[in-house]
């Protein structure tokens, strides 16, 4: 699976950031997808995953509530809405392919990796 993740950029805090992923090579719906992010000095971490259907996601509590992860079987795409985003959600972002297809919170559960986007915040 190859992935391509676009839509990072600057943006004020408060403000709104939608990242997508395009994935090609194999059939997107046989894996479970996640977002991590890796701030400058930090090691990476976890944002969030869904599951092959959709029917499973779970987000890092730093998150939830501001970002929503979604995916389109249809089109190979996972899509994360950020809202109210913070100076702290400053970081490179990173989508990842998992054969576990419930998705994992653990990094070392994915297969492939996109090239990451970066997103900065300004307080």
């Known amino acids: 699976v190859q992935l391509q993740a676009s839509g990072g950029g600057l943006v004020q805090a408060g403000g709104s950031l939608r990242l997508s992923c395009a994935a090609s090579?194999?059939?997107?719906?046989?894996?479970?997808m996640g977002w991590f992010r890796q701030a400058p000095g930090e090691e990476r971490e976890f944002v969030a995953t869904i599951s092959w259907n959709g029917g499973i996601i779970y987000y890092a509590d730093s998150v939830k509530g501001r970002f929503t992860i979604s995916r389109d079987n249809a089109k190979n795409t996972v899509s994360l809405q950020m809202n109210s985003l913070k100076p702290e959600d400053t970081a490179v972002y990173y989508c990842?392919?998992?054969?576990?297809?419930?998705?994992?919170?653990?990094?070392?559960?994915?297969?492939?990796w996109g090239q990451g986007t970066l997103v900065t915040v300004s307080s």
């Open positions: 090579g194999r059939t997107f719906s046989n894996y479970g």
């Open positions: 990842a392919a998992s054969r576990r297809q419930m998705g994992d919170r653990w990094s070392g559960a994915y297969d492939y």
